[in-house]
């Protein structure tokens, strides 16, 4: 499809300024991953996280320099982490008008943080990038805050997952008297 020139559009130019790259390996996050070339998004609060999408490395003839063996974590709290997967990325083709590819679907796990991570040799490639990743969310900044959700046969009304405001149901007491007697002799 044909853009007109300066119109957004879901292509990555084939120029090294509109790529992430990291030559030095650092420490992740995840305890259970190596020293490695890594980045963690922070959505700044919890949200519900589904499809995502994937422009690799795409600097004309350093394509190579693109995470292939990666490994996807979230989580809640930035501490404790949560696999989604191990995947290979296809590299990039290095043309202009390169539109990337369909990335993992979190299938709506709940994360403030995505941690991704090459696992690729480190002898091989020196350095590891990609262009860019999109996530699909559903924010709901308020989760977990109190609310009343209108409803008298509820107790502890709070903003759950699909941030609508619900309580937990407790039973009615059907008795007009609200006395214990326990028959003490």
């Known amino acids: 499809v044909p853009y007109a020139k300066c119109n957004v559009t879901d292509q990555l130019d084939n ?3 509109v790529n992430w790259l990291s030559c030095t390996r650092a420490d992740s996050p995840n305890a259970l991953r190596d020293t ?3 980045v963690k998004y922070d959505f700044g609060h919890v949200v519900e996280l589904f499809q995502s999408q994937v422009w690799n490395y795409n ?3 350093n394509t190579s320099n693109g995470f292939e063996v990666v490994a996807v974590d979230y989580s809640i709290d930035g501490t404790n982490w949560t696999e989604l997967g191990i995947y290979n990325w296809n590299l990039a083709t290095g043309a202009d008008d390169y539109s990337g590819f369909v990335g993992p679907d979190f299938g709506g796990a709940m994360a403030q943080y995505v941690l991704i991570t090459s696992l690729d040799d480190p002898n091989l490639q020196s350095c590891r990038g990609f262009g860019k990743v999109a996530f699909t969310t559903i924010m709901c900044p308020n989760l977990g805050q109190a609310c009343d959700d209108g409803d008298n046969t509820t107790i502890n009304d709070s903003i759950d997952i699909n941030c609508v405001c ?5 039973y009615l007491n059907d008795c007009i008297l609200d006395n214990l007697t326990l028959g003490d002799t």
């Open 15 to 17: 120029i090294q300024n």
């Open 36 to 38: 490695s070339h890594w």
């Open 59 to 61: 600097e004309t003839g």
């Open 166 to 170: 619900v309580g937990e149901s407790f």
